[in-house]
């Protein structure tokens, strides 16, 4: 039988910390090489010292001090190392679908609460990335007063507008930050993950947009019309049995799409 050995003297633990601090460090100075990378590497030895680690650990031997708190938050961040990301657009390559349900969501409990935004979402969002797309805005300074440029404020009223300016102040401060807290420091990789992103809301206000127009072509209504007004009920009864198919077939799609949640 083996003898047991304090985590203080485990390798696996201390190389696995080390290699945490490592990426840490170089998500705010660069990658000397891809994280993917990293990560399988880090996985290949802690095979290799699993093969000549025999000693269980016994974690009796470590008493409950500032020394045992920080190892149980090492073994912890162990399992989300493969996590971490050195900047924004790998976090969405990394992480597209909920990432895109997450931004999808949002957008469309926005749109669903004033429909009236919907055509105006649309139209700026597509407005936005193709200007972004043609190099029109060199740097993400220049997106927020194009956007505002381009909303119609004369139809909202007072409490839209204001909640609306709001809005927007919040999200590209939360951007700038955001961006600058994953290291990322190129204006094109900046400039293409909000195209990503704007993508994804423009996406969710053309469906709504869609789903507005669309009107279901009328029932036999030279039928209904011939057998005169004792059919009328019946027909109102049809039109509503249509109208909640639609409505069904529609919740089946944002349940699909992660959308209107």
Same mark, same amino acid.
């Given at each position: ?7 203080l003297?485990?390798k ?5 910390? !080390?290699a945490?601090?490592a990426?840490a =460090?170089?998500?705010q100075?660069?990658? =000397? ?10 996985a290949?030895?802690?095979l ?5 680690t025999?000693?269980?650990?016994d974690w %009796? ?8 708190c920080l190892l ?7 399992t989300?190392a493969?996590? !971490? ?7 969405l390559?990394q ?5 895109e !349900? ?15 935004? =919907? ?5 700026i %969002?597509a407005?936005a ?9 060199v740097t ?7 956007i505002?440029?381009?909303i119609?404020?004369?139809?909202l009223t007072?409490e ?5 300016r709001v809005?927007?102040?919040a999200?590209?401060?939360?951007t700038?930050?955001?961006l600058?807290r ?9 400039v293409?993950q909000?195209?990503t ?9 053309e469906i709504r947009a869609q ?9 036999a209504p030279?039928?209904?019309?011939s057998?005169? %007004?004792?059919?009328?009920s ?7 049995? !249509?109208?909640?198919?639609?409505e069904?077939?529609a919740a089946k799609a944002? %349940?699909a ?5």
């Open positions: 039988m083996f003898s047991t050995k304090s985590p003297w485990s696996t633990l201390w190389t696995n910390l !080390l945490i601090i990426m =460090v170089q998500s100075t660069g990658y =000397v090489i891809p994280l993917e990378a990293q990560t399988l590497l880090l290949a030895g802690n290799g010292l699993r093969t000549i025999k000693q269980p650990l %009796s031997k470590i008493k409950i001090t500032g020394v045992g149980a938050l090492a073994v912890a961040s162990v989300v493969p996590l !971490l990301g050195g900047c924004a657009f790998n976090a390559k992480k597209p679908v909920l990432t !349900l997450a931004i999808r969501t949002a957008a469309g409990r926005v749109l669903d609460q004033h429909p009236a935004w =919907v055509e105006p979402a649309r139209r %969002s407005e990335i193709r200007a972004l797309q043609k190099g029109d805005l993400l300074g220049n997106l927020q007063p194009y505002l440029e381009m119609p404020w004369q139809a007072p839209e507008e204001e909640l609306l809005l927007i102040t999200i590209a401060a939360e700038t930050d955001s600058a994953q290291g990322v420091k190129s204006p094109q990789e900046a293409v909000v195209a992103v704007l993508g994804w809301i423009n996406q969710s206000a789903r507005s127009t669309a009107v279901p072509p009328p029932i030279d039928i209904f019309a057998f005169g %007004s004792e059919l009328e019946d027909r109102a009864k049809l039109d509503r049995i !249509l109208d909640s198919m639609i069904e077939a944002d %349940s799409t992660g959308l209107g949640r």
